[in-house]
């Protein structure tokens, strides 16, 4: 279970000053980190002076760290969302038919601790303490950190999140989430010792940022996103596309960006005809899916999709829907309406946009 706000800043803290005891580096006055700035301190630590950075708390992060973040904190490294990803979220946060609503299980999962393990009935995600996760802080595996979200440390202490941003605006957008909400993020690097233009060259060079809006065009630094939130993103309808894709015409690999690279090919190679496509209709949204799949997976796996990038480092599967029938696995699953007692996401889709006036 989360500790209690005021804990976790204490936490996170603790963590930072074991950190620099480990390093050999001496610490006069603990508690002058705790108020930086105050009077009369000059507080400098992992080679800052934290004393103007609202993010002082992140300064000391190291690759591989479990990081709390409040998500309002962290910036995005990328220009848009597939809207219909974050309305599936949020109509299975809201509409859902599970025994546990499934923004606990997508919670503990981000956190590093597997799914939920327990929710009260009036359980809330901004009360840590109305759900348990399937593992406690400090118990955490290789396998249950991997699906966690990424973060970089930039300039100043300032999070960038290089992985998770469907993810944490479905939490920011969900009622009982927002701004204040926390989770962990896993520490891929800590660059804040650069300067900006530095940091911003290294994150292009290991491809930790994505600069092209749904159009293909080019999106400048300066005009990304400065937080989570549907409203702070355009809407890109091909990366929507290749998330109802997954399982079925490639998988996950822990590229970031893997499905914008996927969503470029569709919108700049045209593969298939989409002029029919309506994303209102679950029959139509079904038979793009397919279509768009079964040419993934017939791709010649060192053809090129993108970016440099091959089929093959784009996860695409050797068989379309993994060897299934139509009627079988993640294509199966993806069909089913919002009748059935487990609905697929696109039915879940296709019901919080028709509750809330999108359709």
């Not at 962290?74 to 299975?92: A, F, N």
């Not at 840590?128 to 950190?145: H, K, M, N, R, Y």
Request: aromatic letters at 10%; charged letters at 20%.
């Amino acid at each position: 279970m989360r500790l209690p706000l005021a804990s976790r800043r204490v936490t996170v803290l603790g963590t930072a000053l074991a950190g620099i005891v480990a390093a050999g580096i001496a610490i006069a006055n603990p508690a002058a980190l705790a108020a930086p700035g105050a009077p009369g301190t000059r507080p400098v630590f992992c080679d800052h002076d934290n004393r103007k950075t609202p993010f002082a708390q992140y300064l000391c992060a190291q690759p591989g760290d479990l990081l709390d973040v409040r998500i309002g904190d962290v910036h995005p490294t990328q220009p848009s969302l597939g809207y219909d990803e974050v309305y599936y979220k949020l109509g299975r946060y809201t509409l859902g038919k599970d025994a546990i609503n499934k923004k606990f299980d997508d919670w503990c999962e981000a956190d590093g601790r597997i799914a939920a393990a327990s929710a009260a009935p009036d359980a809330r995600l901004d009360d840590p303490s109305s759900f348990t996760c399937q593992l406690p802080v400090g118990a955490e595996t290789a396998d249950s950190i991997a699906p966690m979200k990424t973060v970089v440390i930039g300039p100043g202490g300032e999070p960038f999140l290089t992985d998770g941003h469907h993810t944490l605006t479905s939490f920011f957008e969900t009622p009982d989430g927002g701004a204040d909400l926390h989770v962990r993020l896993r520490v891929q690097a800590n660059l804040s010792t650069l300067t900006r233009p530095a940091f911003w060259d290294q994150m292009q060079a290991n491809k930790w940022v994505y600069l092209r809006d749904p159009q293909g065009h080019p999106t400048k630094i300066n005009k990304l996103p400065t937080s989570v939130g549907l409203a702070n993103f355009a809407d890109d309808k091909y990366r929507s596309l290749l998330y109802f894709g997954r399982d079925i015409g490639y998988a996950q690999n822990g590229l970031p960006f893997q499905e914008f690279y996927w969503g470029s090919w569709v919108r700049d190679a045209q593969p298939i005809d989409l002029a029919a496509w309506n994303p209102d209709d679950l029959a139509s949204y079904l038979a793009a899916v397919k279509a768009l799949t079964q040419t993934m997976t017939a791709l010649p796996k060192d053809t090129v999709v993108d970016s440099g990038f091959t089929a093959a480092q784009l996860g695409a599967l050797a068989l379309w829907n993994d060897g299934k029938a139509a009627n079988k696995g993640e294509f199966d699953k993806l069909s089913k309406p919002y009748s059935e007692a487990k609905p697929g996401k696109l039915a879940y889709t296709l019901q919080y946009k028709l509750v809330h006036g999108l359709l």
